[in-house]
């Protein structure tokens, strides 16, 4: 299964956008969901997470939430009061083990379902 999130586009700096992904409900039940990012020359990073608790990048804390439907299989990511610096790929990635350690949450080849992204662009 590859995941394909979808929702980005180009808005301007304060704007809010929701990303969402559709993922193997296992792993919304009882396992891990994570969103992570890429931006032009820079490592992917880890943007948010649930799994056994809710984590989140000191960078995207107090803005992002990252949420789930378990009916429509689906794990969104909030963001809100959008900036420059969060201009990236978003990628969203799944996995059945419930993980709570950042060793493992945090880190996306932890994960066994991985995908294409979707380009988010924040104009100043």
């Known amino acids: 299964v590859q995941l394909q999130a979808s929702g980005g586009g180009l808005v301007q700096t304060g704007d809010s956008l929701r990303l969402s992904c559709v993922v193997p409900v296992n792993t919304l039940t009882r396992g891990t969901v994570g969103w992570f990012r890429q931006a032009p020359g820079k490592d992917r990073e880890f943007v948010a997470a649930d799994g056994r608790g809710t984590y989140y990048a000191d960078s995207v804390k107090d803005r992002f939430t990252i949420s789930s439907d378990t009916a429509k299989k689906t794990v969104y990511l909030q963001m809100n009061s959008l900036k420059p610096d969060d201009t990236a790929v978003y990628y969203c990635?799944?996995?059945?083990?419930?993980?709570?350690?950042?060793?493992?949450?945090?880190?996306?080849?932890?994960?066994?379902?991985r995908g294409q992204g979707t380009q988010v662009t924040v104009s100043s």
């Open positions: 990635a799944a996995d059945d083990r419930s993980f709570s350690s950042r060793y493992h949450y945090s880190q996306a080849d932890r994960y066994y379902y």
